[in-house]
């Protein structure tokens, strides 16, 4: 069943200019993107910087205002803020890619936990005290952690405590940008690999969001390629893994570095051939502007934009 539907969503931030300090023009930082969520599945959100990914995210928890399109959630319609309730809002929370910036240096973690149950939830002390060390023990940090302050933690153990806060209220759909890409490579894995336990243990959906395909291929059971505010190709991660079709999908999936020593001549070669592709093929891919076609469906599960035909 579908969590959320986003239809054709526009994010466009004014440019502004002269004395008179008036628009001249627009950054269409989302410039008209559709897809859907499914309920317990991990959704990707793939491309480079500056493709839109955290403005859709921003747009869909209701951090950046719509320009246009709509975004459907639990079966309501939140694109306008007002129609935002309390019981919406508390099954959507985000993750943030940054640890260190996203946590507040002068509270506690008892705190910093604590803050969203506050919000919904009236607690006594003593139960607010259990309900955060129980979310701790879930995400692997000791009890005790509760007294400490973010500087005490590595960066692995602040996205876990990041992590306790956004499911402390036992949300539908989580929202992780970028979630472990300021983290040490060695303790990505971990981090990760608890996303998925947790999913499973508590039914969520992720939306998640990375410029590293590598990882998306790990968490993710569906995928959409973003570039300049578009989508460029949608698919299982099989479609996008196995079947690319995007000249600018192959591009990515072709620079993904190959770990296994026997793949690698056939990676070599693969990425030659792509390279030259996007060389001759550019304009059978991106319009005049240089911006991605509209989406076609080449099968039921996968779409590639292109022109046309006819
Ligand atoms: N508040 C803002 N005002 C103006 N431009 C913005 C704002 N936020 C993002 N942008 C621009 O929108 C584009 C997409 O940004 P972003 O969604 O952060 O991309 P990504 O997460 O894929 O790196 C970029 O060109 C960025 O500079
Ligand atoms: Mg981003």
């Known amino acids: 069943m579908a969590i959320l539907e986003v239809t054709n969503l526009k994010v466009y931030f004014p440019i502004k200019a002269g004395i008179f300090n008036r628009t001249v023009d627009y950054v269409r930082a989302v410039d008209g993107v559709s897809f859907v969520l499914e309920e317990g599945k991990t ?88 309900r955060v060390q129980e979310l701790l023990e879930l995400v692997g940090l000791s009890p005790e952690s509760i007294l400490k302050y973010p500087h005490e933690f590595s960066g692995g153990q602040r996205q876990r405590i990041g992590i306790a806060r956004a499911i402390a209220l036992k949300p539908k759909l989580i929202i992780a940008d970028e979630p472990v890409s300021a983290l040490d490579v060695s303790v990505q894995a971990q981090v990760l690999n608890f996303m998925k336990d947790i999913q499973k ?79 001759a093929a550019y304009d059978d891919y991106f319009n005049k502007d240089g911006l991605a076609y509209q989406l076609q469906k080449i099968s039921d599960t996968h779409l590639v934009a292109l022109p046309e035909k006819g």
């Not at 694109?79 to 508390?90: F, G, I, P, S, V």
């Open 43 to 130: 959704y990707g959100l793939v491309g480079e910087s500056g493709s839109g990914k955290t403005t859709t995210g921003r747009a869909i928890i209701g951090l950046e205002k719509v320009t246009e399109g709509k975004i459907v959630f639990q079966g309501k319609d939140i694109t306008k803020k007002r129609a935002r309730t309390r019981e919406l809002n508390r099954n959507m929370q985000m993750i943030f890619q940054d640890p260190y910036s996203s946590l507040n240096p002068k509270k506690r973690v008892l705190d910093i936990v604590a803050e969203p149950l506050r919000n919904y939830e009236h607690l006594s002390k003593k139960q607010e005290k259990m």
């Open 201 to 279: 243990e508590l039914g969520l959906t992720y939306l998640f969001i990375s410029h590293d395909l590598g990882i998306v291929k790990h968490m993710c059971d569906e995928i959409a390629i973003m570039y300049k505010g578009r989508h460029v190709e949608q698919g299982t991660k099989e479609d996008i893994f196995e079947r690319p079709q995007h000249i600018y999908t192959k591009r990515l999936v072709a620079a993904i570095p190959e770990i296994n020593p026997r793949h690698r001549e056939k990676q070599f070669q693969f990425r030659k051939e792509v390279e030259k592709e996007y060389d």
